[in-house]
């Protein structure tokens, strides 16, 4: 038998979850279904029956810049980075409501110095600001993938094994 290289195991699982099954993947690359089936389950590969869980995992991949590779340091620096770029996200986005909170304390001033005509105005300003970047942020954490929500129902639907994968935080194939 064969010692397969990171990109046939690659490829490998490519095919598996297209629906290729274990044994024609065993012949055409020389090694045991065996083989292919624990590191199948050891990763948690699809079987080809959702393929929209596989593009979900390899889009996330692409946009993060994260590709399999032999080398654990290129990875662990393309980690880094899309957790950079993340944390920069969220940075910015504590700093916007910042200045929502700046003209909520200019609109408590107003109203200790008993101008209410100012304090009106701010009041209107803080809400608008508040509503915009709610709106904004919002946008931006589905974008960057910031707030993953799980519907409760597709949890009932879940194997042991699966819930497993998901609280250690692997992707769920």
Known sequence: ??????????????KREAGAKFQELAREYNVT?????????????GDGSDVEDVIRRKVAEKVA?????????????????????KAA???????EWGKVTDVIEATVQSLEKKDNRTASGLVKLAKTMAEATKIQQEG???AWGLD???DPASLRKMTDAQLE?????????
């Open 89 to 95: 996200v969220i940075s910015r986005h504590r700093e």
């Open 140 to 142: 931006e954490r589905k």
């Open 1 to 14: 038998m064969a010692k397969l290289t990171l990109e046939q195991w690659q490829e490998i699982r490519a």
């Open 148 to 150: 993953i929500v799980i």
């Open 65 to 85: 810049r994260i590709r399999r590779t032999e080398n654990p340091e290129k990875k662990a620096e393309a980690i880094d980075a899309e957790a950079e770029r």
């Open 165 to 173: 994968a998901l609280a250690s935080g692997k992707t769920i194939l």
């Open 33 to 45: 279904h065996q083989a292919i089936q624990k590191r199948a389950k050891a990763e948690n590969w």
